[in-house]
């Protein structure tokens, strides 16, 4: 029996090597009953990795995982664990000779259905074609429906919105409200950060298959800090505008990104350059005494200062780069997250 007060999905630990290539490393957060939560990354960063671990679909290397108290490696309790679970893969794969309708008898005499008349008001799809004359938006919202209609009380989702217009994204947005309101829980990787936004009550952010934050989203944003922009009448090299606190300064008008890492205060040579001028986007975590003294150094013709957006705090974590080489997935059963 499920402990009702236990976490919905506890990770410990977790680690999956494919040979000598790491997938996933150390991984460990628990998701709450009821939460909404999200877990970030670009491809190959090791969402996909975990998410298969927490299905079962992989052993790990090392490490713990449980889900609905259920440890995922114990087939049995697994078993009994996925009656209440459901789960939306990236990439939709349905056998294409059959109609939509006896898809969801399948899935529903499995499972049951419960909810299926009231998903198909709110995701309609055509029930009496075939499956092989579905557009990619029809695709997944069979895929919505087969996924909640037994009301399970976790749901797992990997990029969920993939395929859908825009009208439909919103209404499934509403669909994951309604689920927290009911005490159930929602876990889904994505890199759409504007659905991150809108819906997670935290997230998880994955780099080279290691966890490097947790947090909420309004608090990853504050801890990141601010983005400003500056016009200068100089025009010198981005690096002289770094100082400790920046995790990237770009040129907007032409020029060259710059990594993370120190750099020493710019000395006489930094305010020569083109006597055009040049503008700059700088990240920062609300280093404002060092910023001032750093612009002394320049003539500032123009300074805008605003909240980082979660794009900015993505691209501080990542260093302006995407997942390291050093990390891999598995061929891609439903569609690589």
Do not use: W
């Not at 927290?180 to 659905?195: A, D, M, N, V, Y």
């Amino acid at each position: 029996m499920t402990d009702a007060n236990a976490a919905t999905i506890e990770v410990s630990g977790l680690t999956k090597y494919y040979g000598d290539v790491r997938g996933a490393e150390d991984v460990t957060f628990d998701v709450e009953r009821g939460e909404i939560f999200g877990f970030l990354g670009p491809n190959g960063a090791g969402k996909s990795t975990l998410i298969r671990v927490l299905l079962g679909l992989l052993e790990p290397t090392s490490g713990e995982a449980r889900l609905l108290g259920s440890d995922v490696t114990a087939r049995d309790e697994l078993l009994e664990a996925k009656r209440n679970l459901g789960y939306l893969p990236s990439d939709v794969a349905f056998y294409d000779r059959v109609t939509g309708r006896e898809i969801l008898d399948y899935f529903g005499g499995i499972r049951g259905d419960e909810r299926r008349e009231e998903l198909l008001e709110r995701f309609p799809v055509p029930l009496d074609r075939t499956v092989k004359a579905y557009s990619s938006g029809n695709r997944q919202k069979l895929a919505i429906v087969a996924t909640f209609m037994h009301d399970p009380d976790l749901v797992i989702m990997d990029e969920p919105t993939s395929g859908l217009d825009p009208l439909v994204q919103n209404e499934f947005y509403e669909l994951l409200d309604e689920q927290r309101e009911r005490g159930k829980t929602s876990f889904f990787s994505s890199h759409i950060l504007s659905e991150v936004r809108r819906v997670c009550d935290r997230v998880g952010i994955i780099r080279d298959g290691r966890l490097i934050e947790l947090d909420t989203v309004e608090g990853i944003i504050e801890e990141s800090g601010t983005v400003v922009r500056v016009r200068l009448a100089e025009a010198p090299d981005p690096e002289a505008l770094r100082f400790p606190g920046v995790s990237s300064v770009e040129r907007i008008d032409g020029g060259s990104d710059v990594g993370v890492g120190d750099l020493e205060s710019p000395g006489d040579e930094s305010r020569g350059g083109d006597d055009a001028g040049a503008t700059y986007q700088l990240v920062l975590s609300r280093e404002f005494d060092a910023l001032i003294d750093r612009l002394s150094a320049y003539t500032v013709d123009d300074l805008e200062v605003r909240e980082a957006a979660l794009e900015d705090v993505f691209m501080h974590f990542y260093d302006g780069s995407g997942a390291a080489a050093d990390t891999a997935e598995p061929p891609a059963a439903g569609g690589d997250a």
